[in-house]
Nanobody, 124 residues
């Protein structure tokens, strides 16, 4: 069982940066694929970034590639999402998610564990 708690959201101007953190409980955290998803008002939840258990392989949605960086620290049971060059269209609730297995998947239905979400608002 894994419990996830996100933090680091807030209000930022376009072009600014935020760093989201996800604290995980559970001794098997370092075996899980971790991902970040987001959901904007009136839209479906979408994949943002994912990272394999080892941290050596990452995947990004095209919309954030080159601006966002996902990382993890297995010793601290933490996952991070560094978001740079933020745009108003990045405004959403951001969720940390975990799944057992070896593959990063973009389908949110394949993730077993979810945090409560943290709001990110980017003003123009």
């Amino acid at each position: 069982q894994v419990q996830l708690v996100e933090s680091g959201g807030g209000l930022v101007q376009a072009g600014g940066s935020l760093r989201l953190s996800c604290a995980a409980s559970g001794r098997t955290f370092n075996t899980y694929v971790m991902g970040w998803f987001r959901q904007a008002p009136g839209k479906e939840r979408e994949f943002v970034a994912g990272i394999r258990w080892s941290g050596d392989t990452t995947y990004y949605a095209d919309s954030v590639k080159g601006r966002f960086t996902i990382s993890r620290d297995n010793a601290k049971n933490m996952v991070y999402l560094q978001m740079n060059s933020l745009k108003p269209e990045d405004t959403a609730v951001y969720y940390c998610a975990g799944r057992s297995g070896r593959l990063v998947l973009v389908d949110d239905g394949r993730y077993e564990y979810w945090g409560q979400g943290t709001q990110v608002t980017v003003s123009s």
